[in-house]
């Protein structure tokens, strides 16, 4: 086995879980990632937890091929008890992506995808409330996607996750401290992109690869009804199997009002239509892990490539939403990102922190 | 996909689990057996039944690599909770054999495998308590072990598998009505094979492809203090990835109070010292499929061969316990086989009812 499975498994136990004995653990995996599974197992049964390995179809990515047989013969759902029970009773959640073909579900309707998002909310919403971990296998299917070599793309997925996450930490703060006291965010890219949005009050995070693994980005919540201007999502959309180019959103009042897309535009309405909280936003991401040096259609880790932002329609993380304000609640959360490395700038408060993809605190930051 | 795997899906949902609207189901499958688990949810899909695909490590046999990975790492289990109440909260359960490696747990210790066991058991019963298919998966592991090519070994599963499940249920019915009134059954095979058991009060039950797929034996419980005299099981018994040959085990008052075996006789001692109920009798079964007409190493199969007894150590299934009588209690249940076909008979209160295989209902008894 690649030693680096198992650095990667002791990156995920002991930094992005914090397993205890007696943990009761969920993981949610695909068989093509066994081997991070079986690295995994051996350190849980060290820690004295228990694992259990579940998927469930209504979430299409961990068990593609199963749960397209499922989804394609069904287009409402209902929330499975048993699952939810499970996901009461445990601790603890790792969710590991790996594909052996990256379009498995591309032929489930867009609707019958939301429909099975919005049936599985209360398990998702249960699973947040708790410890998890979702991180990345190097799988073929997702080197084949990148337009890589598996073993290229191997090195690329564990230089990302096995690094000094305590120094990506401390690289990351001076982003959280602007961002935390921030009342009112800028983000200007090219002739599209023009957009405004409040985060009075709101918590900014400093994601340094607990449950995101590869982490490297901080991220907060805007106001949901204050988010004004239009968006140009510039580096494309993997969603479901499907690839959307250039998806645009304008907004007023914090409301999606019209959007487009050069490619697979059913995709992105079917995501905006999944309910009212999936017409606004529910996350503002900065990418800040320069270890991320390409797009590889994967948005773990696109969405933190240093030089980009990223929004999500949909739900906003409890964590990030301040006492007494509105947080968004949706079954969808759906990031999408705007490259930031020329004829960009993000302003807070009426002052530029981002130029072009330097920050402020950065060599070659031209204010 | 070979359409047999499609009639085979269809006889797990029609006939076996009778799966109902709403119904919330847990399979536990390798990946191995993907192709039976999409026909199943197709099937699922339809009837508007909820799948969860879970499996634990304590229970070695439906993921084996990874179970291996933690049992190895561990010698002391406890039940976990958040397996349970997936368990709890479920209707029915699907679990499928089919190994990619059938020694995979072979290296875990014959005492870790049982401490697991033991772990499991409020599970298992939780299991045994609900609607339950156990169903196989030709892999090509399973066809090794047979010494079979995978396309022969496929033939074997699916000819067992998709037949007539109405008339092998009338096929044997004579020999459950026998079994039904008896007081007194004893067993004889060679010279080694001499054994008395009191089955007063007792269920048989006739198993024509529901829990058990296939099907083809008819199976009581025999009173657990009663069992009296010898047995060697002269077919191998392959449990938990490695062979014992000719087991042998000596009873008084119903305890096994000496055993044997030519090869691994380790593992039959672990089997019996799980707990007290592992060294009395759960279960006398006698084998009435006839399509099933060579031995694989598979007990699912092994033991409903025509032409052969075999005996449980350990729990007995509830509904073979008649009201008032005691239920012999176990983490463990190990059945092992006897070979019928020569110089051996089975009595009922003293009537022959078999001959070298051969039932008193059939043509060509010798009484």
Same mark, same amino acid.
């Given at each position: 086995?690649?030693?680096?499975?198992?650095?990667?498994?002791?990156?995920?136990?002991?930094?992005?879980?914090?397993?205890?004995?007696?943990?009761?653990?969920?993981?949610?995996?695909?068989?093509?990632?066994?081997?991070?599974?079986?690295?995994?197992?051996?350190?849980?049964?060290?820690?004295?937890?228990?694992?259990?390995?579940?998927?469930?179809?209504?979430?299409?990515?961990?068990?593609?091929?199963?749960?397209?047989?499922?989804?394609?013969? %069904?287009?409402?759902?209902?929330?499975?008890? #048993?699952?939810?029970?499970?996901? /009461?009773?445990? $601790? !603890?959640?790792?969710? +590991? =992506?790996?594909?052996?073909?990256?379009?498995?579900?591309?032929?489930?309707?867009?609707?019958?995808?939301?429909?099975?998002?919005?049936?599985?909310?209360?398990?998702?919403?249960?699973?947040?409330?708790?410890?998890?971990?979702?991180?990345?296998?190097?799988?073929?299917?997702?080197?084949?996607?990148?337009?890589?070599?598996?073993?290229?793309?191997?090195?690329?997925?564990?230089?990302?996750?096995? %690094?000094?996450?305590?120094?990506?930490?401390? #690289?990351?703060?001076?982003?959280? /401290?602007?961002? $935390? !006291?921030?009342?009112? +965010? =800028?983000?200007?890219?090219?002739?599209?992109?023009?957009?405004?949005?409040?985060?009075?009050?709101?918590?900014?995070?400093?994601?340094?690869?607990?449950?995101?693994?590869?982490?490297?980005?901080?991220?907060?919540?805007?106001?949901?009804?204050?988010?004004?201007?239009?968006?140009?999502?510039?580096?494309?959309?993997?969603?479901?199997?499907?690839?959307?180019?250039?998806?645009?959103?304008?907004?007023?009042?914090?409301?999606?009002?019209?959007?487009?897309?050069?490619?697979?535009?059913?995709?992105?309405? !079917?995501?905006?239509?999944?309910?009212?909280?999936?017409?606004?936003?529910?996350?503002?991401?900065?990418?800040?892990?320069?270890?991320?040096?390409?797009?590889?259609?994967?948005?773990?880790?696109?969405?933190?490539?240093?030089?980009?932002?990223?929004?999500?329609?949909?739900?906003?993380?409890?964590?990030?939403?301040?006492?007494?304000?509105?947080?968004?609640?949706?079954?969808?959360?759906?990031?999408?990102?705007?490259?930031?490395?020329?004829?960009?700038?993000?302003?807070?408060?009426?002052?530029?922190?981002?130029?072009?993809?330097?920050?402020?605190?950065?060599?070659?930051?031209?204010?």
């Amino acid at each position: 086995m690649d030693p680096r499975i198992r650095e990667h498994a002791e990156i995920v136990v002991d930094h992005s879980l914090d397993v205890e004995a007696g943990d009761e653990v969920v993981v949610a995996a695909p068989a093509v990632a066994d081997d991070l599974v079986v690295a995994f197992y051996e350190l849980l049964a060290d820690a004295g937890a228990y694992p259990v390995a579940a998927t469930s179809p209504l979430e299409g990515r961990t068990s593609p091929r199963t749960a397209r047989a499922f989804l394609r013969n %069904r287009e409402s759902f209902d929330t499975p008890g #048993h699952h939810r029970a499970l996901f /009461e009773a445990a $601790d !603890a959640f790792l969710i +590991v =992506r790996a594909f052996e073909n990256a379009a498995e579900v591309g032929d489930v309707p867009p609707e019958t995808m939301t429909a099975a998002s919005q049936a599985n909310r209360p398990i998702q919403e249960e699973r947040l409330s708790k410890r998890w971990c979702l991180t990345q296998f190097p799988a073929a299917g997702n080197a084949q996607l990148a337009g890589m070599s598996t073993e290229a793309y191997e090195n690329f997925v564990w230089d990302a996750v096995v %690094r000094d996450w305590d120094a990506q930490r401390e #690289h990351q703060a001076g982003m959280v /401290e602007i961002l $935390d !006291a921030a009342d009112e +965010v =800028r983000i200007v890219s090219g002739d599209e992109t023009d957009v405004r949005m409040s985060l009075a009050g709101n918590v900014t995070l400093n994601d340094y690869g607990e449950k995101n693994l590869p982490g490297g980005e901080v991220f907060t919540a805007p106001v949901p009804d204050s988010v004004e201007g239009a968006v140009l999502f510039d580096l494309p959309l993997y969603h479901n199997g499907r690839e959307v180019e250039d998806a645009y959103l304008e907004f007023d009042g914090g409301e999606v009002v019209s959007h487009s897309a050069s490619k697979n535009e059913d995709v992105l309405t !079917a995501i905006l239509d999944t309910d009212d909280g999936a017409r606004r936003l529910g996350e503002l991401g900065i990418g800040m892990n320069r270890g991320i040096d390409r797009f590889t259609y994967n948005m773990l880790f696109d969405e933190k490539m240093g030089d980009t932002v990223h929004m999500a329609v949909g739900s906003a993380y409890a964590e990030t939403v301040g006492e007494g304000n509105e947080r968004n609640e949706s079954a969808m959360h759906v990031d999408m990102i705007v490259d930031m490395a020329d004829e960009s700038s993000i302003e807070v408060d009426g002052e530029v922190v981002q130029r072009n993809g330097t920050f402020r605190f950065e060599d070659g930051f031209e204010g």
